[in-house]
């Protein structure tokens, strides 16, 4: 009896595996964090370069903080001012927390790929500061999409608005992490802001970023107002974008840049947001 209760326990080896195997995930956790958003992380975290491509797995949960928190400001603001000031300042808190980080690539890459500028012209668009017409109209009109369609949905149910933003958020970032398994890095790797992200993503982490945005589109699609039909239109919508933005970028570049993924992330949030408001 007592050998068979005793072999049923977890032995310390295995505990210790366990312990630093939870601790190895939460350490590539507040990688991603960092890397995504202007939050502080705990010193104990570290770094090493491979871990920014291993945390990619985590992009879409830091999408999930970053969506509740932008969440939070509309229902709060809502009870103050009108949906659309309400959605108006849950982007600007989203801004703020990512610093403008996805809005960036979206300019960089309409500015660099709606022209008609060869692959070498278009990179070096993308490494430009400065932001063109095409830039500033894509920026203004995912902006205003964004806005609009969170404040249509702050209209109709708090509840459903909030669940809709944080899948949006975690569900966009999803859509890049996909895309990154798809193409190969198009530009100079050893230029690359964020090199680590320039090698190829496992398939594991992959499968793992795109689990958690199709979990949280189901919650989202679970709330009584939405639509029956929001989980399969925001999920074949996704999916469809990655497909034709592959298509794309290997056309236009040969791959991905780190712009063309915040691209990716803005219009995947676009898309879900649609689905969601129709």
């Given at each position: ?52 491509n291993r945390s990619a ?25 009108p949906p659309v000031v ?193």
């Amino acid at each position: 009896m007592n050998g068979r209760s005793s072999s049923s326990q977890p032995t310390p080896t295995r505990r210790h595996a366990a312990q630093a195997a939870l601790l190895h995930e939460l350490r590539l956790f507040f990688v991603a964090l960092q890397f995504l958003t202007r939050l502080p992380v705990p010193g104990w975290v570290g770094f090493e370069p491979a871990w920014l491509n291993r945390s990619a797995r985590h992009f879409p949960l830091v999408g999930t903080l970053v969506g509740a928190t932008g969440a939070a400001v509309a229902v709060a603001a809502q009870l103050v001012w009108p949906p659309v000031v309400a959605a108006a300042l849950a982007v600007a808190a989203t801004l703020w927390l990512t610093v403008a980080f996805h809005e960036d690539g979206l300019a960089d890459s309409f500015d660099a790929l709606l022209g008609a500028a060869p692959r070498d012209k278009a990179l070096a668009i993308m490494k430009d500061s400065r932001i063109g017409s095409y830039g500033a109209a894509a920026l203004l009109l995912v902006l205003l999409l964004r806005v609009h369609l969170l404040a249509e949905l702050l209209a109709r149910d708090p509840l459903l608005a909030a669940a809709a933003w944080v899948a949006a958020h975690t569900a966009g970032r999803a859509g890049a992490v996909a895309l990154m398994t798809l193409l190969p890095y198009a530009g100079d790797e050893a230029h690359a802001k964020a090199r680590p992200l320039a090698r190829e993503v496992r398939r594991f982490d992959a499968a793992f970023a795109c689990a958690t945005g199709v979990v949280l589109l189901a919650v989202a699609a679970a709330c009584p107002p939405a639509p029956p039909a929001s989980f399969v239109a925001a999920t074949a919508g996704l999916c469809l974008l990655t497909l034709i933005l592959r298509n794309w970028l290997r056309a236009r570049l040969g791959g991905y840049t780190g712009d063309t993924l915040g691209a990716a992330e803005q219009l995947g949030e676009v898309i879900v947001l649609l689905a969601f408001a129709a």
